[in-house]
């Protein structure tokens, strides 16, 4: 069933909340001193059912200046506004800052109650109702229904009902399929349940006995019930006024401005990338990095407009901006937000969010200019193709809808749509698979290969760049998983060789000068000529005439890697025919005795205990012997 929920609206003392308890019969002034003072301070909530057959939750606003904010906490979620204005007293300032919001909010479904007709006379209250018309030109409640009443006699009430009933119908109805997210605006403990949090459900479904997280914190709780309409549910969905009771928390951990949702579903942040208009009822020109106080869903935070293109922001001109918060908040694009004034207070602009989780950007960029625009005006698939372009990584389909606020519906949808025009690429692993732009990943490509074409210049001699440095070093924004994912892709499509721990160019072969091959083939006949007494590593470079040690390393890995040399054990290397022949000697001893010892191998190979002892383990640790006691015997390989 659709769920509508109403909002009042308008100056102090113009009669939302008598008008309210007139319709459901509920009076919504909670706090004793509202009912002493005879104005709402905090929010007000009820319910009334419509001939339609619908069940509409009303949220009762406080329309005094100095209870704007809470105003503000309330408005956020609504789908219809009850605009009201006093007959006896006309438009008054808070009923144009309330109007101001609700085109802010883009709030564009509503009806005007002119309130206490029974008041003034006829003539007096066509004068408020021209009044109104003029003063509701070119807003987005233009066109509304403007409708008086009197709470008190009950006249006019049926016409305002059935307006109410007939927008309610054609109001489309939220959709459930994404995130839940439930902006909270009232925070109570109920003896016997403890903590109730309550708010307007904009998007999503919450069942009971589900965690919920506390943003922007990183509390979890379970729901342990619910309420809609004082009524105990199971299931609640998007439009729905809401009541959770939570488990395992106390009032003060969670409060108004906070969001419950799945926890790891949506990514707080300091920033937001906005599309912003600037009243032109505000009293002086926005300069950069003013601060301002802004209001999201049910929260109130401190910040700063950051102007990417220009000094001020004159009054009614349209900018994009960057909201630079004091304190992180979860949002979802095309939130609608209001900023008003630091001091003194008043209400000077808003709009919405494009970007819940930017970067921070350089000033006069044009090309952040044009990037917003085109993700402000684009559809869901355009947004994820221009933050998949926009950020060089390799993202998941949770991580993306919970950064873009879009539901997993939407996603696959719109990563199906960039699939299939190869505008970005999917790689499948046997957990979570894996999307990147078709741009960045040529960017990557272009990169890697770069970076290996220089190694190899620099290291001829080397099959490859280490893999663990290379990725730290050119891709350190991915894991070492996603790293391995992006090696394999580019070894499927012949780009690369990957190599154990090292990575090269597809099919690189080291490329040796007609020097560097000399100097390998000195080395190479001097341990072979050496035989089983090889000499040290800096003895051969010696030989050679070597001067560089660098240089010198350099020849010693490329023999290694290309098996010509064979470590035996620190600072000895047995050329590798040479380490053969004494493999193939140790064999033949065996043939005829069943035992080694060190003295045998010693003379078998008339070679020194500074070598045979190291050479009788190497051959335990390839299992071609095995020691028992101070003797060796055939290992697993000669049995």
């Given at each position: 069933m659709?769920?509508?929920?109403?909002?009042?609206?308008?100056?102090?003392?113009?009669?939302?909340?008598?008008?309210?308890?007139?319709?459901?019969?509920?009076?919504?002034?909670?706090?004793k001193e509202?009912?002493?003072?005879?104005?709402?301070?905090?929010?007000?909530?009820?319910?009334?059912?419509?001939?339609?057959?619908?069940t509409?939750?009303?949220?009762?606003?406080?329309?005094?200046?100095?209870?704007?904010?809470?105003?503000?906490?309330?408005?956020?979620?609504?789908?219809?506004?009850?605009?009201?204005?006093?007959?006896?007293?006309?438009?008054?300032?808070q009923?144009?800052?309330?109007?101001?919001?609700?085109?802010?909010?883009?709030?564009?479904?509503?009806?005007?109650?002119?309130?206490?007709?029974?008041?003034?006379?006829?003539?007096?209250?066509?004068?408020?109702?021209?009044?109104?018309?003029?003063?509701?030109?070119?807003?987005?409640?233009?066109?509304?229904?403007?409708?008086?009443?009197?709470?008190?006699?009950?006249?006019?009430?049926?016409?305002?009902?059935?307006?109410?009933?007939?927008i309610?119908?054609?109001?489309?109805?939220?959709?459930?399929?994404?995130?839940?997210?439930?902006?909270?605006?009232?925070v109570?403990?109920?003896?016997g349940?403890?903590?109730?949090?309550?708010?307007?459900l904009?998007?999503?479904?919450?069942?009971?006995?589900?965690?919920?997280?506390?943003?922007?914190?990183?509390?979890?709780?379970?729901?342990?019930?619910?309420?809609?309409?004082?009524?105990?549910?199971?299931?609640?969905?998007?439009?729905?006024?809401?009541?959770?009771?939570?488990?395992?928390?106390?009032?003060?951990?969670?409060?108004?401005?906070?969001?419950?949702?799945?926890?790891a579903?949506?990514?707080?942040?300091?920033?937001?990338?906005?599309?912003?208009?600037?009243l032109?009822?505000?009293?002086?020109?926005?300069r950069?990095?003013?601060?301002?106080?802004?209001?999201?869903?049910?929260?109130?935070?401190?910040?700063r407009v950051?102007?990417?293109?220009?000094?001020?922001?004159?009054?009614?001109?349209?900018?994009?901006?960057?909201?630079?918060?004091?304190?992180?908040?979860?949002?979802?694009?095309?939130?609608?937000?209001?900023?008003r004034?630091?001091?003194?207070?008043?209400?000077v602009g808003?709009?919405?969010?494009?970007?819940?989780?930017?970067?921070?950007?350089?000033?006069?960029?044009?090309?952040?200019?044009?990037?917003?625009?085109?993700?402000?005006?684009?559809?869901?698939?355009?947004?994820?193709?221009?933050?998949?372009?926009?950020?060089?990584?390799?993202?998941?389909?949770?991580?993306?809808?919970?950064?873009?606020?879009?539901?997993?519906?939407?996603?696959?949808?719109?990563?199906t749509?960039?699939?299939?025009e190869?505008?970005?690429?999917?790689?499948?692993?046997?957990?979570?698979?894996?999307?990147?732009?078709?741009?960045?990943?040529?960017?990557?490509?272009?990169?890697?290969?770069?970076?290996?074409?220089?190694?190899?210049?620099?290291?001829?001699?080397?099959e490859?760049?280490?893999?663990?440095?290379?990725?730290?070093?050119?891709?350190?924004?991915?894991?070492?998983?996603?790293?391995?994912?992006?090696?394999?892709?580019?070894?499927?499509?012949?780009?690369?060789?990957?190599m154990?721990?090292?990575?090269a160019?597809?099919?690189?072969?080291?490329?040796?000068?007609?020097?560097?091959?000399?100097?390998?083939?000195?080395?190479?006949?001097?341990?072979l000529?050496?035989?089983?007494?090889?000499?040290?590593?800096?003895?051969?470079?010696?030989?050679?005439?070597?001067?560089?040690?660098?240089?010198?390393?350099?020849?010693?890995?490329?023999?290694?890697?290309?098996?010509?040399?064979?470590?035996?054990?620190?600072?000895?290397?047995?050329?590798?025919?040479?380490?053969?022949?004494?493999?193939?000697?140790?064999?033949?001893?065996?043939?005829?005795?069943?035992?080694?010892?060190?003295?045998?191998?010693?003379?078998?190979?008339?070679?020194?205990?500074?070598?045979?002892?190291?050479?009788?383990?190497?051959?335990?640790?390839?299992?071609?012997?095995?020691?028992?006691?101070?003797?060796?015997?055939?290992?697993?390989?000669?049995?």
């Amino acid at each position: 069933m659709k769920h509508i929920i109403i909002g009042t609206a308008g100056h102090v003392d113009h009669g939302k909340t008598v008008l309210v308890k007139k319709l459901t019969g509920v009076d919504t002034d909670r706090l004793k001193e509202e009912k002493e003072r005879g104005i709402s301070i905090e929010l007000g909530f009820a319910y009334m059912k419509l001939p339609g057959g619908q069940t509409a939750g009303i949220v009762d606003v406080p329309g005094h200046e100095r209870f704007i904010k809470n105003m503000l906490a309330g408005v956020g979620g609504i789908d219809l506004v009850l605009l009201v204005i006093a007959a006896d007293e006309g438009v008054m300032p808070q009923t144009r800052e309330h109007l101001e919001i609700i085109q802010l909010l883009q709030i564009d479904k509503g009806v005007v109650v002119i309130t206490k007709k029974d008041l003034v006379d006829d003539e007096w209250l066509k004068m408020v109702y021209d009044d109104t018309k003029e003063f509701l030109s070119n807003t987005v409640l233009e066109k509304a229904d403007i409708i008086a009443v009197s709470a008190v006699t009950g006249e006019g009430l049926p016409e305002l009902i059935n307006a109410v009933n007939q927008i309610a119908a054609g109001i489309e109805e939220r959709k459930t399929t994404g995130p839940a997210r439930l902006p909270v605006d009232r925070v109570f403990s109920v003896t016997g349940f403890g903590t109730v949090a309550t708010g307007t459900l904009i998007s999503g479904q919450i069942q009971t006995g589900e965690s919920l997280q506390i943003y922007p914190g990183e509390t979890v709780s379970r729901v342990r019930n619910m309420h809609v309409h004082g009524k105990k549910v199971e299931l609640a969905e998007s439009g729905q006024r809401v009541a959770v009771n939570l488990s395992g928390i106390e009032t003060d951990d969670i409060k108004r401005g906070n969001v419950l949702a799945l926890p790891a579903s949506l990514k707080p942040s300091h920033r937001l990338d906005v599309s912003f208009k600037y009243l032109s009822s505000a009293p002086k020109a926005l300069r950069h990095r003013a601060r301002v106080r802004v209001y999201l869903g049910t929260a109130e935070i401190l910040g700063r407009v950051i102007l990417f293109d220009r000094e001020e922001l004159q009054q009614g001109e349209h900018a994009y901006v960057q909201l630079q918060l004091e304190s992180p908040i979860a949002a979802a694009r095309k939130d609608h937000f209001v900023v008003r004034s630091y001091s003194p207070m008043r209400t000077v602009g808003g709009g919405t969010i494009i970007d819940p989780f930017p970067n921070k950007h350089k000033r006069y960029r044009k090309e952040i200019i044009e990037a917003l625009a085109t993700a402000e005006k684009g559809s869901a698939v355009d947004w994820v193709e221009q933050y998949l372009n926009a950020n060089a990584k390799l993202h998941t389909v949770t991580g993306l809808t919970s950064t873009l606020g879009m539901s997993k519906n939407d996603m696959a949808m719109a990563l199906t749509k960039l699939t299939e025009e190869r505008q970005a690429a999917k790689f499948a692993t046997e957990g979570e698979d894996y999307f990147v732009s078709a741009m960045v990943l040529q960017q990557w490509e272009n990169r890697i290969i770069s970076a290996l074409q220089d190694y190899h210049r620099k290291f001829p001699l080397r099959e490859g760049y280490p893999k663990e440095e290379l990725r730290s070093r050119f891709f350190s924004a991915l894991t070492a998983k996603q790293f391995q994912i992006l090696l394999n892709h580019f070894e499927k499509n012949q780009k690369i060789s990957g190599m154990g721990h090292s990575v090269a160019i597809f099919e690189y072969k080291p490329l040796l000068s007609k020097e560097m091959g000399q100097v390998l083939h000195k080395f190479e006949n001097i341990f072979l000529t050496s035989k089983f007494q090889p000499p040290s590593w800096s003895e051969a470079t010696a030989q050679t005439g070597i001067k560089r040690p660098a240089e010198s390393q350099e020849f010693l890995n490329y023999l290694l890697g290309q098996g010509k040399l064979v470590k035996i054990t620190e600072g000895i290397f047995f050329h590798r025919q040479v380490l053969d022949k004494a493999i193939s000697m140790i064999k033949e001893h065996f043939k005829q005795k069943s035992e080694l010892s060190l003295g045998e191998l010693r003379d078998l190979l008339q070679t020194s205990r500074k070598y045979a002892l190291p050479l009788l383990e190497y051959t335990d640790r390839e299992k071609i012997t095995r020691r028992v006691g101070d003797l060796r015997v055939a290992g697993k390989l000669l049995i």
